[in-house]
T-cell receptor, first 114, second 112 residues
């Protein structure tokens, strides 16, 4: 069966550009999570959706980061006016909802800001 | 605050031997979950094993087992009969309040 997919897999952006990263969760999964993984580090929580509701965005590093999931399925993480420190792998994960600790991860999008 | 510490940046093991990866954590909660994830170069995080904090019995999954010491806040992963395919980054993670807290990872090398 299809797992979590993310696109693009790689993105190179010039400093100051806006980028949009897409996550397609497993069909029917209620919860969706975004993580940021800096080079040589473990993933860090960014934000969490239950259906279309963004229930926790405490991990978003600045107001340049914005995430949405308007129909409770596909999610987009948008970064405005990218900075070099935004360079990282952005991981998306989804869970069925009843046990949110069981999360299925996507392959991530590697963002490089020059 | 929730923190997870992996003090071994890199480990090596001979194929077919046993290796133990260390992890300590800190939380003031009594109800939480602990995980080990494997991340190969493809970057896909793969669940290796999970442990519910309320369970005293250590979790096992085939060649993978944990030593969970709740009082010491320690959660080590033992890999038996290591295989070349086990080579990857391994992350220890604590889950509560709807989010994961990951350690910085241990790179495992498997020598043929």
């Amino acid at each position: 069966g299809a797992g979590v997919s993310q696109s693009p897999r790689y993105k190179v952006a010039k400093r100051g550009q806006d980028v949009a990263l897409r996550c397609d969760p497993i069909s029917g999964h209620v919860s969706l999570f975004w993580y940021q993984q800096a080079l040589g580090q473990g993933p860090e929580f960014l934000t969490y959706f239950q259906n279309e509701a963004q229930l926790d965005k405490s991990g978003l590093p600045s107001d340049r980061f914005f995430a949405e999931r308007p129909e409770g399925s596909v999610s987009t993480l948008k970064i405005q006016r990218t900075q070099q420190e935004d360079s990282a792998v952005y991981l998306c994960a989804s869970s069925p909802g009843t046990d949110q600790e069981t999360q299925y991860f996507g392959p991530g999008t590697r963002l490089l800001v020059l | 605050a929730q923190t997870v510490t992996q003090s071994q940046p890199e480990m090596s093991v001979q194929e077919a031997e046993t290796v133990t990866l260390s992890c300590t954590y800190d939380t003031s909660e009594s109800d939480y979950y602990l995980f080990w994830y494997k991340q190969p170069p493809s970057r896909q995080m793969i669940l290796v094993i999970r442990q519910e904090a309320y369970k005293q019995q250590n979790a096992t999954e085939n060649r993978f087992s944990v030593n969970f010491q709740k009082a010491a806040k320690s959660f080590s992963l033992k890999i038996s009969d290591s295989q070349l395919g086990d080579a990857a980054m391994y992350f220890c993670a604590l889950y509560n309040f709807n989010k994961f807290y990951f350690g910085s990872g241990t790179k495992l090398n498997v020598k043929p």
